[in-house]
């Protein structure tokens, strides 16, 4: 039998400290939708999704409704979108852009992720096509999230790729300054891309999932700070171990809705995300977890350490909780996301080299940052290669998520409002690298690759 | 995996301590056919805390039509009232 503390326990972590759902995510392979004529092609991806997701949103709703466990997004990833387009006559793929916007919004979930293309090791005629067509559809869609994997620690870095996407992203933002280039937070370069993550902006259905997931994200950073607010000036081996049950706990409630949600929708279950992804409300920062552990502000000398210590012991809480976890799973260290975050930056505890050297040890990488609209396209590329380097000389994922705000510098913020949130315009050191990124080919795989 | 065993439910209600909210809590149970199995309650601080376990075997409506009416009575008298498949604690705290 329960015991009311347990009930009382499980209640107060959704009503006080924010736990929730973040998304349920559908998978769907549109492997089967190719054809020569375009038109053709997002005819069927139109209906393959509307049919796949058909109950994505009112299933999510009715498991929220009878477990009260709330459910924030419901969302659709699919399979890259250079992938499926290839064999098309298309000569740019925004019109796949604008048949996956649609598709979200008969299906009525908030993003559908999958425009994307994975070229580590080099370009394909219809990756040039789709990362070309990046801005543009970026710029004309609402829903729809972009990813470019460029490198892998098998592979090496797709140096030209770093180079392009640099340009891209200026492009991108360019296309929807009249937004503070929102389009920019719809995409996100990455080494080491997870198959299988829920989470936008970044979700992709990889070429080797199944023809329909269910991939989870839970979140619950509240929860952390909370169960860490009662073992203040403890021991930091007690600190970890009080990680690590929370995060066991809040695991087992993504796999009960996980489970159900797959039975429900008659796909299969894929795997549990469990990351702590922050949410501009107070109370649900990751920032604030680090400074519990001791630091003044986050961003202050120790909180890599911290976020070493935090990102490991959630991914031991939840590998103990599930079987399946998979995606990104650890803590998100997004800044306009995260109230903590943001007061860290706007008060300079905060540097983007801080941030940097965090995303060594957190779950993702450099994620919604705000820079100067004048940063060079060569810079941001170099913001990039120095990610990619860190994703793939350490065996991890890690992403870019940066927004170069046209019109504004530093001292200004951008503002979007909801779960994007607002963030302060981070300093960019201004020193040039541009002969280093013009120089293009490969960086050759780290020797640790060769596993075989 | 087969689906979950929806018959069990916890129902809490928290807030002000008021006259007779066991009464219509148990009121809208019977009505629709819920069997109380167990019932606990405390004030915690000047806060009502109250605990029930049922079984929703021959409920007469299903859990979703059962939190509309348990809503609607919280607002009612002013208290959070509470529906939720028992799977969900079961899940966190047992292994």
Partial sequence: MLTDFEILETINMFQEQHLDIRTITMGISLMDCSCASAEETCRRIY????????????TGEDISREYQVPIINKRISVTPISIVAASSDASDYVCFAKTLDRAAKTCGVNFIGGFSALVQKGYTDSDIKLIESIPESLAVTDFVCSSVNVATTRTGINMDAVRDMGRIIKQTAELTKDRDAIGCAKLVVFANAPDDNPFMAGAFLGPGEPECVIN??????????????????????????????????????????????????????????????????VGDSIARILEEFGLEDCGAWGTTCALAMLNDAVKKGGTMASSFVGGLSGAFIPVSEDEGMIAAATKGALTLEKLEAMTCVCSVGLDMIAIPGNTSATTISGIIADEMAIGTFNSKTTAVRIIPTPGKDVGDSVEYGGLLGSAPIM??????CADFINRGGRVPAPIHSMRN | MKPMDNRAAVITVIGNDTIGIIAKVSGILADNQVNIKDITQTILEDIFTMIMIVDLTKS?????????????????????????NSNIFNAMHRI
Avoid: H, M, W, Y
């Fill in chain 1, 47 to 58: 209906d393959k999704i509307c049919r796949r997701a058909e109950k994505l949103v009112k």
């Fill in chain 1, 216 to 281: 989870v994200g839970i979140s619950g950073p509240g929860v952390i700070k909370t169960a860490l607010e009662s073992v203040r000036g403890a021991d930091l081996g007690v600190v970890a171990e009080t990680i690590k049950k929370a995060a066991f706990k809040i695991t087992r409630v993504g796999e009960l809705v996980a489970r159900e949600a797959s039975v429900r929708l008659g796909a299969p279950f894929g795997i549990i995300d469990l990351s702590l992804a922050p949410t501009p409300v």
């Fill in chain 1, 427 to 432: 300093r960019v050191n201004p020193s040039s």
């Fill in chain 2, 60 to 84: 007469t409506v299903d859990i979703k039509d059962l939190a509309d009416k348990l809503d609607a009575l919280g607002e009612d008298i002013g208290l959070s009232v509470r529906i939720q």
